[in-house]
């Protein structure tokens, strides 16, 4: 048996940091920067002793001559002399061996991971438990927004009954681009890539995973429940067109990329995709690459955050708080202090998942007349469907067909998807129909 780390003393708290990229170097130039700031808050000094990372000389490079760095991340997770381990190098193949093997030799981890909390964060945690240790993530889902906490501390009192956010920046930044300047979904892209929002290959962000990782770990903070990455329903924003952005501004709305948490009873919709959200609400206003979360709780009410959803210092700051957690919490046994999800994990509540086609919502419709048809075929077909629309729009079409865009009262998933099935079986649309779902955010 490893011995308890010597953050049980009263010394300084020992940080190894996994990592010298654009997260791990804000982490490493904050607690520079801060450090006497920051240990006062935290009631102890907390002394970063050692970096890990594959490109040892250009990391020497940015930490200087203060911070001993190796190659051997092995070695810092296993070293006797280290606290906490700090894992910012993503990934979920090396950045989980290293975990457990740092939670097996009883030391905390700190990380920034989404991916890798979204899909093994159940084996990490049941790992952290039996070994009396913490896993902390703050800086894993909104970066600079500490929702962590205000969901497992500020609004333990209330029963979460939904949360809805954007969660992403890249996508975000894309469709504000698309919608302020006019520009296509492609040269938006390029904008990101070249203000360095996008990666080289953004599936991730665009197609919604990014955001659905994000949105297992609110969900399960919000309802007390297990993490069910798998249970999401899924959709990016490749197919968005800047007539859709256009036409919601018509219809009083704004086109984001939502991920968003449902409470219905025992079961739980969870869903991520492009969304129209009312143009006065304050989410419609959450532009560029900003994250914002609204979480409606039965006694707080509605709450909001919005902040930084991107950022080298950003992120760090959700990092650096969750180490001075921890140095503040030493000396408190892991069972006793708040849980990483807000509930033990054997109190969790079995949540079962709802999806899409069973939700009830509004919904956008984009579509083209066929020759011969007009408005009020299109409205008798979705009347016998028992779709109500509630606002209608005229859309702009390259060719002579006539466009229009419509919003429905709230109607299930399926029942939308038969109604455009009957539309297109009558002859009175002709090609797709941009089908979107309407965050009503009440």
């Given at each position: 048996?490893?011995?308890?780390?010597?953050?049980a003393s009263g010394g300084?708290l020992?940080?190894?940091?996994l990592?010298?990229?654009v997260?791990?170097?804000?982490v490493?130039?904050?607690l520079?920067?801060?450090?006497?700031?920051i240990g006062r808050r935290?009631?102890?000094a907390?002394q970063?002793?050692a970096?890990a990372a594959?490109?040892?000389a250009?990391a020497?490079e940015?930490?200087?001559?203060g911070?001993p760095?190796?190659?051997?991340?092995?070695a810092?997770?296993?070293?006797?002399d280290?606290?906490?381990v700090?894992?910012?190098i993503g990934?979920?193949?090396?950045a989980?061996e290293?975990?457990?093997t740092?939670?097996a030799?009883?030391k905390?981890?700190?990380?920034?991971?989404k991916?890798?909390?979204?899909?093994?964060g159940?084996e990490?945690?049941?790992?952290?438990?039996?070994?009396d240790?913490v896993v902390?993530?703050e800086?894993?889902?909104?970066?600079s927004?500490?929702?962590?906490?205000?969901?497992?501390?500020?609004l333990?009192?209330?029963?979460i009954a939904w949360?809805a956010?954007?969660?992403n920046g890249t996508?975000?930044?894309?469709?504000t681009q698309m919608?302020?300047?006019?520009t296509s979904f492609d040269?938006?892209l390029h904008?990101?890539r070249?203000?360095?929002?996008?990666?080289?290959?953004?599936?991730?962000?665009?197609?919604?995973v990014d955001?659905?990782?994000k949105l297992?770990?609110l969900a399960?903070?919000a309802?007390?429940?297990r993490?069910?990455?798998?249970?999401i329903?899924?959709?990016?924003?490749r197919d968005?067109q800047l007539?859709?952005?256009q036409?919601?501004?018509?219809?009083?709305?704004r086109?984001k990329?939502?991920?968003s948490?449902?409470r219905h009873?025992?079961r739980?919709?969870l869903?991520?995709?492009?969304?129209l959200?009312p143009?006065g609400?304050l989410?419609?206003?959450?532009?560029?690459s900003?994250?914002?979360i609204v979480?409606?709780?039965?006694?707080?009410?509605?709450t909001?955050?919005?902040g930084?959803?991107?950022?080298?210092?950003?992120?760090?700051s959700a990092?650096?708080?969750?180490?001075?957690?921890l140095a503040?919490?030493?000396?408190?046994?892991?069972?006793?202090?708040?849980?990483p999800l807000?509930?033990?994990r054997d109190e969790?509540v079995?949540?079962a998942?709802?999806?899409?086609h069973e939700v009830?919502?509004?919904?956008?419709?984009?579509l083209t007349?066929a020759p011969?048809?007009?408005?009020d075929?299109v409205?008798g077909?979705?009347?016998?469907a028992?779709?109500r629309v509630v606002?209608?729009?005229d859309?702009a079409?390259?060719?002579?067909?006539?466009g229009?865009?419509?919003?429905?009262?709230?109607a299930?998933g399926?029942?939308?998807q038969?109604?455009i099935?009957l539309?297109?079986?009558g002859?009175v649309t002709?090609?797709?129909v941009?089908c979107?779902?309407?965050e009503s955010l009440?």
């Amino acid at each position: 048996m490893q011995s308890s780390p010597q953050d049980a003393s009263g010394g300084p708290l020992r940080v190894g940091l996994l990592g010298l990229g654009v997260v791990g170097s804000g982490v490493h130039r904050l607690l520079q920067r801060n450090g006497a700031l920051i240990g006062r808050r935290a009631g102890r000094a907390i002394q970063l002793r050692a970096i890990a990372a594959r490109d040892v000389a250009r990391a020497r490079e940015v930490a200087g001559a203060g911070v001993p760095v190796v190659g051997d991340a092995m070695a810092l997770v296993t070293d006797p002399d280290i606290d906490v381990v700090v894992e910012v190098i993503g990934g979920c193949t090396v950045a989980r061996e290293l975990v457990m093997t740092a939670i097996a030799h009883g030391k905390h981890v700190v990380t920034a991971n989404k991916a890798l909390l979204a899909l093994h964060g159940e084996e990490i945690l049941a790992a952290a438990q039996a070994r009396d240790v913490v896993v902390a993530f703050e800086g894993a889902v909104a970066v600079s927004i500490p929702i962590v906490k205000a969901l497992r501390e500020g609004l333990a009192a209330n029963e979460i009954a939904w949360l809805a956010g954007i969660v992403n920046g890249t996508s975000n930044f894309i469709l504000t681009q698309m919608r302020q300047r006019g520009t296509s979904f492609d040269d938006a892209l390029h904008e990101a890539r070249r203000l360095g929002y996008a990666e080289a290959d953004p599936a991730f962000d665009v197609d919604g995973v990014d955001s659905a990782h994000k949105l297992a770990l609110l969900a399960s903070l919000a309802f007390g429940t297990r993490l069910a990455f798998e249970q999401i329903d899924v959709a990016g924003i490749r197919d968005v067109q800047l007539v859709d952005l256009q036409c919601a501004e018509r219809l009083g709305h704004r086109l984001k990329l939502i991920a968003s948490a449902r409470r219905h009873g025992a079961r739980v919709a969870l869903r991520v995709g492009p969304a129209l959200v009312p143009a006065g609400s304050l989410m419609a206003h959450v532009d560029g690459s900003m994250n914002g979360i609204v979480v409606q709780g039965d006694a707080a009410g509605q709450t909001m955050y919005h902040g930084a959803g991107a950022g080298s210092l950003e992120t760090a700051s959700a990092v650096v708080a969750d180490l001075v957690e921890l140095a503040r919490a030493a000396r408190v046994p892991a069972r006793d202090r708040v849980p990483p999800l807000g509930v033990q994990r054997d109190e969790a509540v079995p949540l079962a998942g709802l999806a899409s086609h069973e939700v009830s919502t509004p919904h956008y419709l984009r579509l083209t007349l066929a020759p011969g048809s007009g408005l009020d075929d299109v409205l008798g077909r979705l009347a016998a469907a028992c779709i109500r629309v509630v606002a209608q729009a005229d859309v702009a079409t390259r060719d002579a067909a006539q466009g229009v865009a419509l919003m429905t009262a709230a109607a299930p998933g399926s029942a939308i998807q038969e109604a455009i099935g009957l539309l297109a079986r009558g002859g009175v649309t002709q090609g797709p129909v941009a089908c979107l779902r309407v965050e009503s955010l009440q």
